[in-house]
């Protein structure tokens, strides 16, 4: 283990050395570029893209365009990139994650790489956390690319079609992940050419990318349509939940967050519901509401996992404490909650479209990504994404203060400790930023601090809109600043006048996160380029991660040492070894579920490519879709001839065979069983066929007009196509949920997945053809079809 660790140090280390020699052809070149004018440096955008056109390749071009954008960044922001900004961007070029601390300027090295692939004219993506970030960075950066000769876009939820389109044309779009992801669902859900915003997906480079492509990684993006209402259900089942009590009618799983009913608990569910058996096949969907109902009762907290806000349950992200605005849980796990805080309870949804982030961002050509914190994951990037992470040095050394965990038995005695420690320092006039992990406790923490007549401000899920703003004074002398995980990612805490000779900004966690990223961002807020700053992280035995993972052996060392809760305070490097031991836990599990949901994913991205290349076939097609419809027709007639004529000639169905050919394909009186008599079954089959082709002839007749021909066959194809597409997703959807069930019967649910939805899939298309076959044979073509 210890030789893979030095390969890894090495390699990185032999990178940067690589990459350092680049650097310094970059840097060889400034003093020729600062004695370039302005014009002669805007002409050099055109001389690369015609460079580019003739053969050159992005690599080749790199040292000159890269000493380009430092130069135009001096003149344009005035801002110049150090050196190991540009090694931060060649790693970025290279498809790859660059690790770089708070405040050293991904933002500015991100220029480089962008503006190197932008010359390809095939387009770069930059991806941010929110909104905010896009429009902030779009604005103060574009006005470099601008001053360049480039096009800049931001693609935000509220654009039109028309201007997303125009955002995409761009040589440089910003936007966030998911509006790229749905972005490209709803281009594969359009029946217009013209309909379309995306162009094919060629650069991104995501900023935050640990935060895009880990943490979200769980959640796939899903468009949705309505289904049928079962409201009543949803509320009978709340109120059954809301009459039993914890370990006598259900149990708690802590570490895996599940629930279940006990024997009292089902015989209680079967009286109250009027059953002799609540398990029996007919009541599935009572069953499926009832486990709703606890998770929604007893699992899922209020203030933590999500907010109730002017009537609408809203889902707070657990890794940014933001409210995720639109999103709503599946599986009717949504509707339970909004059952038990008594709010309206809205319809059940439809999966109509849906991929993962996974999927989605190894679409592109090249993908890469830049954040503070990505070390820790790095084998889950290199294994899903097949990206390295490369620690980018900092500009000048940290001199941070990062003190060991200070451990009290109880939230209590820990709470007390924090308000002595923020008095103090607030006395001092030192600022604070002082991170939580839920939402309920900045609020606890807010009134403790109001109790003690200590100004501050709260950043959490419920006021993320004056984010910037408080983000803007956090730095400044006597500011006291509490925040959710989010802590301000992705904007910089600024020291104000007189902080340094204080020691900086402190930063106090009143928790550890389930994941250490989200404690190293935490920490990295302080002691920016090389200023002084101080971290220190306050833990109780009642912490949420220690009561589900906390070490046996922490409480019996406490036990030994005859703790009481007043005077009780352990600082030890042991302590904080076992938390980032329970953490490692903890991230193995949550990379484990991220897997499946990619594994599972998998089989769909198949399915989906299928007939998202399909229907993009249909929707690009100019002159005829007959090469697309005959091959159908002539498949599915194939399928029911050969059904038919199993075994002896005598034993053949040939009547069944007129059935099909009289509902899918010619007029009754047209065909009769003498037609096919004496005939094999190739005969048989050359003999539909040839009909098919008189058919079709004859429609082509009906439409002079070779356009309405080809709208009239659009129409068939795509109304076909994605009625049993939307019908299948959530068939397969349904599969999914059932699944784990088989496990029990020595099964591997994912091969079980795989098989049943390749079966699935095959009836699918075989379906589609059929309906294709069926419709365009037997409609009456109108002048005036539309899609």
């Known amino acids: 283990m210890a030789n893979v660790l030095r390969q890894w140090v090495e390699s990185d280390t032999r990178e940067l050395r690589r990459l350092g020699k680049i650097a310094d052809t970059i840097e060889n070149m400034a003093d020729e570029m600062a004695a370039l004018s302005d014009d002669e440096l805007k002409a050099k955008t055109p001389a690369f893209k015609a460079r580019y056109q003739e053969g050159e390749t992005l690599d080749d071009l790199l040292p000159e365009a890269f000493a380009v954008v430092r130069e135009a960044a001096k003149r344009v922001l005035g801002l110049y990139p150090f050196r190991v900004q540009m090694i931060g961007g060649m790693v970025l070029n290279a498809g790859n994650i660059a690790e770089m601390k708070t405040g050293e300027g991904k933002t500015l090295t991100a220029t480089m790489p962008v503006y190197l692939n932008a010359i390809s004219g095939l387009g770069v993506h930059v991806v941010t956390v929110n909104e905010y970030l896009s429009s902030r960075d779009a604005t103060e950066m574009g006005e470099l690319y601008s001053w360049l000769d480039l096009t800049v876009g931001l693609n935000i939820n509220a654009k039109t079609a028309e201007e997303k389109r125009e955002a995409y044309a761009a040589d440089i779009t910003y ?461 599915t007639v194939n399928h029911i001839v050969q059904m038919h004529t199993q075994g002896d000639q005598t034993e053949w169905n040939l009547q069944a065979i007129i059935d099909f050919a009289v509902s899918s394909m010619v007029n009754e009186d047209s065909i009769s069983l003498a037609d096919l008599e004496g005939k094999d079954a190739k005969e048989i089959e050359a003999y539909l066929v040839d009909r098919a082709e008189k058919n079709y002839k004859i429609k082509e007749d009906q439409l002079v007009d070779a356009a309405q021909m080809l709208e009239f066959e659009k129409v068939v194809v795509l109304r076909v196509v994605d009625d049993k597409w939307t019908a299948h997703i959530d068939a397969m959807d349904q599969l999914r949920q059932s699944i784990g069930l088989r496990g029990y019967g020595q099964l591997n649910p994912l091969v079980e997945y795989q098989s049943d939805g390749f079966r699935m899939f095959e009836e699918v298309v075989g379906t589609i053809e059929f309906e294709v076959t069926r419709l365009f044979m037997k409609a009456e073509i109108r002048q005036n079809i539309k899609r």
């Not at 490209?184 to 029946?191: A, P």
């Not at 050394?397 to 320092?425: E, M, W």
């Not at 406790?441 to 950043?459: K, R």
């Open 175 to 635: 936007s966030t992940n998911s509006e790229l992801g749905f972005d490209y669902l709803r281009d594969n859900m359009v029946v217009y050419r013209e309909d379309m915003v995306q162009r094919p997906l060629n650069y991104v480079i995501v900023d935050e990318v640990d935060s895009i492509l880990i943490d979200e990684a769980r959640t796939p993006l899903i468009i949705s349509g309505q289904a049928e209402k079962t409201t009543a259900m949803y509320v009978r089942a709340d109120r059954f939940a809301k009459t039993l009590t914890e370990e006598e009618d259900y149990k708690i799983d802590l570490e895996s967050k599940s629930i279940s009913l006990t024997e009292e608990g089902i015989r209680k569910g079967e009286k109250y519901f009027g059953l002799d058996n609540l398990f029996d096949t007919d009541n599935t969907i009572l069953t499926h509401h009832l486990d709703n109902a606890l998770r929604a009762n007893f699992v899922m907290l209020r203030d933590k996992d999500y907010v109730v806000q002017d009537g609408e349950v809203m889902i707070v992200d657990q890794f940014t404490g933001r409210i995720m605005e639109g999103r709503r849980y599946s599986d009717g796990v949504h509707q339970a909650i909004e059952a038990k805080e008594h709010v309206e309870i809205e319809d059940e949804t439809k999966t109509m479209a849906n991929i993962t982030y996974q999927n989605f961002f190894r679409m592109y050509k090249k993908l890469s990504g830049m954040t503070g914190t990505a070390k820790t994951e790095e084998e889950e990037f290199r294994e899903i994404y097949n990206m390295e992470v490369v620690q980018i040095p900092t500009n000048k050394p940290i001199i941070r203060d990062d003190k060991a965990d200070l451990l009290y038995p109880s939230l209590n005695s820990k709470f007390k400790a924090v308000i002595a420690d923020i008095k103090t320092r607030h006395e001092a006039g030192q600022p604070m930023l002082i991170g939580t992990v839920a939402v309920e406790t900045s609020e606890l923490l807010a009134q403790m601090l109001d109790e003690a007549e200590i100004p501050h401000a709260v950043l959490n899920a419920k006021n993320h809109e004056r984010e910037a703003e408080i983000i803007l004074n956090a730095g400044q002398r006597g500011a006291v600043t509490i925040a959710t995980n989010m802590a301000g990612r992705g904007t910089d805490i600024k020291l104000g006048p007189g902080v340094k000779e204080i020691g900086g900004l402190a930063v106090i966690g009143t928790e550890r996160h389930e994941s250490r990223r989200i404690d190293n961002q935490l920490r990295g807020r302080a002691g920016r380029q090389g200023d002084d700053g101080m971290t220190q992280f306050y833990l109780s035995l009642e912490d949420d991660l220690m009561l589900r993972f906390g070490s046996e052996r922490i409480k019996s060392f406490l036990e030994r040492m005859n703790i009481t809760e007043d005077d009780a305070v352990i600082q030890s490097r042991m302590i904080t070894k076992q938390v980032e031991s329970a953490q490692k836990r903890v991230e193995g599990n949550n990379y484990d579920t991220r897997k499946n949901v990619l594994q599972y994913d998998d089989v769909m991205r198949e399915q989906r490519e299928v007939i998202y290349n399909q229907r993009q076939q249909v929707i690009m097609e100019e002159k005829t879709l007959k090469p697309v419809i005959m091959p159908m027709i002539q498949r």
